[in-house]
């Protein structure tokens, strides 16, 4: 910029022009403003007094070890560390080499990783977990300037995320006698089983859905009934009761020799679910696909299959990521359903704090608490996802 | 394109490359696919459930279910059946979730408009609630209000009071109520009267106003007339057709009013925040999607600004916000099943009581998944023919 362009002109507000024209512009206005300001002042005193005085937040630091990885073996909890670590480098390089959107997600996971190491700090339950907490957000770091530099290239990230994820779902779960030995799911539980869940149920659910999606807009009669019918069948019910039936009925559907486990069943439960979800999601995208896409594709003399794989396909599913962002989220949150079906994850575990003698009458505190988690988690995220919306251009074709 | 069309045709293609032959077969492979795999879990189902002695008949109905229900809109008393039981907890989510849509609809509007107001407090209060909001889950929102807000408030002794006689104790929440007393249908006559006079008088005012001749204020004749006839009637009634019947403290409990229970309201609070924030997000939107130039054409008309919001804004954002609510409408119904984790007896929990107790969970769980199946298909119903009226003022 040479000297010879002028900057803007920068106008000043004083606070009091700022507050004539924000706050009291007329005279319902200027009451409406001194009521909400006194009872958003009252109700800031009361919670901080509470929070400050009268809250007994040591129920949660004596606590800190359950809510984050529940009754997972301590000297097995390496394996959450190590899968830790790996998706914190993972987070990082591709943060380092996308940036935008993924790059500010990558930075959330680093902050978040601090947040723990300090919680951990302050409940005294082992430095052991604030260095490990530490040193995944330093690999979060590394990883983004490794990304930014390409020290890694592209292919080799997706295929780690692509191995990552069936990679560390077993070191969690662990293989019979070896050096893993497996972990019985009934001590899956905590802050661990909710991202677990969530994780899974996304994951798994994604082809199914699309699979759906693309069978709900097929020229097939047969085919667009049944998806259809499907996918308004899960969307008409509760997730409770889907939950209910799974954990219920899929023992009964399954051969009687097979047995599943309640987290499993869950599991099952969940991706059903989300996958009636993913398939509107997906939906919506392929709706966005100007008909001439396909037609062009069927011009050069492409069949349906490699129309879809090649020119519907890659450009609705970019366009509905940040709606599985969203469902994403709202994923995380339903997990706390499990809890009605008797699974301890992040909410049950509260449960089960409130249940111990000593953490008597504390329910407010342990509910505020687990609310904040979730309300950090989905809010970091729920950024992310406007940042990709807008670097996407979603809204704006 | 035609020619090379019956040149295809006339080239005899063969049936393994035929269209429609293969569009046949590959629906044959789908439902055949299907039917085998939907046949092969009622197999298992049908095995499992005899290996251990469950059924499959509804007709646990008509036993006795021999347990008590905390609140019910209708009488039931534990001697009752099964079907009896199943019918208040549906009357009980019917009753939660139309509560909840009308107190979410107001509170959504509400905040969707602040969201919007240039007073600087209102719209940061507003956008700080939504974010809360909608960043956690509705369980948790739920198990704090109840556990946490509900259960801690005083004894009724030193229950909480709040201006027009609205009172706060553990024994839940208790609210004046309008009464009926034995003159309401007499006056009942005279409204009706009232309302004859006003419908006439719109009528002939639409008429007047379609032929272009004045009105002469003829709608406006036709309220007053109603407002006082209606008044009148009000006066004549030896008593007031309507009293508030305010609730009294008694030692253990409240008498009169309108009570709810802790559970009833925890849910009924819980489930109107939630999802308030939501039907406020899509009324922002709504409002935001009518464009400026809308406003200002408006204005331009000389349409006065009342007149502007309700003929040229207020339609069109309809139009934008209904398909959204709807399906805000129907979560909210479906999120009442949530009541399970606060004790409330809607129809999920006490499914899940008669599963338990005649053994029989499958049949059980069909009848809940399937009313609440019907439930949101007659709401999306309902909606979709409003949304249909409003959608024809385009035209």
Redesign the interface.
């Known amino acids: 910029m040479t000297s010879a362009t002028l900057q803007p002109p920068h106008v000043r507000v004083g606070p009091i022009a700022w507050l004539r024209v924000?706050?009291f512009?007329t005279w319902y206005?200027a009451i409406?403003?001194l009521l909400?300001?006194a009872l958003?002042a009252w109700v800031i005193l009361q919670f901080s007094g509470w929070a400050v005085g009268a809250a007994r937040w040591d129920v949660i630091t004596r606590n800190m070890r359950l809510f984050l990885i529940g009754q997972f073996p301590g000297d097995q909890a390496w394996r959450i560390w190590l899968n830790l670590a790996v998706i914190s480098g993972l987070a990082g390089l591709s943060g380092g080499s996308a940036g935008g959107a993924v790059r500010t997600l990558a930075t959330s996971v680093a902050a978040a990783q601090l947040l723990f190491a300090g919680l951990i700090a302050v409940s005294g339950i082992g430095l052991l977990g604030s260095v490990a907490y530490l040193a995944n957000a330093a690999l979060v770091w590394v990883g983004l300037v490794g990304g930014m530099r390409r020290l890694v290239p592209q292919r080799v990230v997706t295929i780690g995320w692509l191995v990552s994820l069936p990679a560390s779902f077993i070191l969690v779960a662990g293989v019979g006698d070896t050096a893993i030995p497996s972990v019985s799911t009934n001590l899956w539980s905590g802050l661990l089983l909710t991202f677990l869940l969530a994780t899974v149920g996304i994951v798994l659910s994604f082809p199914f859905g699309v699979v759906l999606a693309l069978g709900r807009r097929s020229?097939?009669?047969?085919?667009r009934w049944?998806s259809t019918a499907y996918i308004?069948?899960i969307?008409?019910?509760?997730?409770?009761?889907i939950l209910?039936?799974a954990d219920?009925?899929l023992?009964?559907?399954?051969?009687?020799e097979l047995r599943i486990d309640r987290v499993a069943r869950a599991m099952g439960g969940i991706t059903l679910f989300s996958a009636a979800y993913v398939a509107e999601n997906v939906r919506g995208g392929l709706q966005a696909i100007p008909a001439g896409q396909v037609e062009a594709a069927h011009a050069l003399g492409l069949n349906g299959f490699l129309t879809n794989r090649f020119i519907v396909l890659p450009q609705a599913l970019r366009a509905v990521i940040p709606a599985n962002v969203g469902l994403f989220?709202s994923l995380l949150?339903?997990t706390?359903?499990v809890?009605?079906v008797g699974l301890l994850e992040l909410?049950g575990i509260g449960?089960s704090v409130l249940a111990q003698s000593e953490s008597l009458g504390a329910?407010?505190e342990v509910?505020?608490f687990?609310?904040a988690l979730?309300?950090v988690m989905?809010?970091a995220m729920?950024q992310a996802s406007y940042r990709l919306e807008a670097s996407l251009g979603v809204g704006e074709r | 394109m035609n020619g090379s069309a019956q040149e295809v045709r006339g080239a005899r293609v063969p049936p393994w490359r035929n269209e429609r032959v293969l569009?046949v077969l590959?629906?044959a492979v789908?439902?055949l696919a299907?039917a085998l795999f939907v046949g092969f879990?009622v197999r298992?189902?049908t095995?499992?459930?005899a290996?251990r002695g469950?059924s499959l008949g509804f007709g646990f109905l008509d036993l006795t279910a021999g347990f008590d229900i905390a609140e019910s809109p209708i009488p039931y008393r534990s001697t009752d059946t099964y079907g009896q039981a199943f019918l208040v907890g549906l009357m009980n989510t019917l009753s939660v979730s139309a509560a909840g849509i009308v107190l979410a609809t107001i509170l959504g509007v509400l905040v969707g408009v602040a969201r919007l107001s240039?007073?600087?407090?209102?719209n940061r209060?507003a956008s700080v609630y939504v974010?809360?909001i909608?960043?956690?889950?509705?369980?948790?929102?739920l198990?704090?209000l109840y556990?946490?807000v509900f259960?801690?408030l005083p004894a009724v002794a030193n229950a909480i009071e709040l201006p027009g006689a609205i009172f706060l104790s553990q024994r839940g929440l208790f609210l004046p109520a309008p009464e009926l007393t034995p003159s309401f249908g007499r006056w009942l006559v005279f409204v009706a009267v009232g309302l004859g006079v006003a419908v006439a008088a719109g009528v002939v005012a639409a008429r007047r106003a379609s032929a272009g001749r004045p009105t002469r204020r003829l709608g406006m004749i036709g309220l007053v007339t109603f407002v006082a006839i209606s008044v009148g009637g009000w006066l004549l009634a030896f008593q007031a057709p309507i009293v508030i019947d305010l609730p009294a403290r008694e030692r253990f409990n409240f008498v009169g009013g309108m009570g709810l229970s802790p559970e009833f309201a925890a849910l009924l609070f819980g489930l109107v925040l939630y999802t308030a924030a939501f039907i406020g997000e899509v009324v922002r939107g709504g409002i935001q999607a009518v464009r400026r130039g809308q406003w200002e054409a408006a204005r331009a008309l000389g349409l006065s600004e009342r007149q502007a919001l309700r003929l040229i804004v207020f339609p069109q954002a309809l139009r934008v916000i209904v398909p959204p609510l709807t399906s805000q409408y129907l979560n909210l119904a479906?999120?009442s099943?949530?009541a399970?984790?606060i004790g409330y007896p809607d129809m999920?929990k006490i499914g899940?009581t008669m599963?338990n107790q005649t053994g029989q969970?499958?049949p059980v769980?069909l009848l809940?998944?399937g009313t609440?199946?019907v439930i949101?298909?007659a709401t999306s119903l309902l909606m979709n023919i409003y949304n249909r009226r409003v959608q024809v003022l385009e035209s």
């Open positions: 924000n706050l512009s206005n409406l403003s909400i300001g958003l020229a097939l009669p047969a085919v049944l308004e069948l969307r008409g019910v509760p997730l409770v009761t209910f039936m219920i009925m023992p009964l559907f399954l051969p009687g989220i949150k339903d706390t359903l809890t009605i909410l449960r329910q407010m509910y505020v687990v609310a979730f309300f989905s809010f729920s | 569009r590959a629906q789908v439902l299907t879990l298992n189902l095995t499992a459930m290996e469950l240039t007073n600087w407090l209102v209060v974010e809360i909608r960043n956690t889950p509705l369980l948790v929102q198990v704090i556990f946490a259960l801690q479906k999120n099943s949530l399970i984790a999920f899940v599963s969970p499958v769980i809940v998944m609440y199946l949101s298909l």
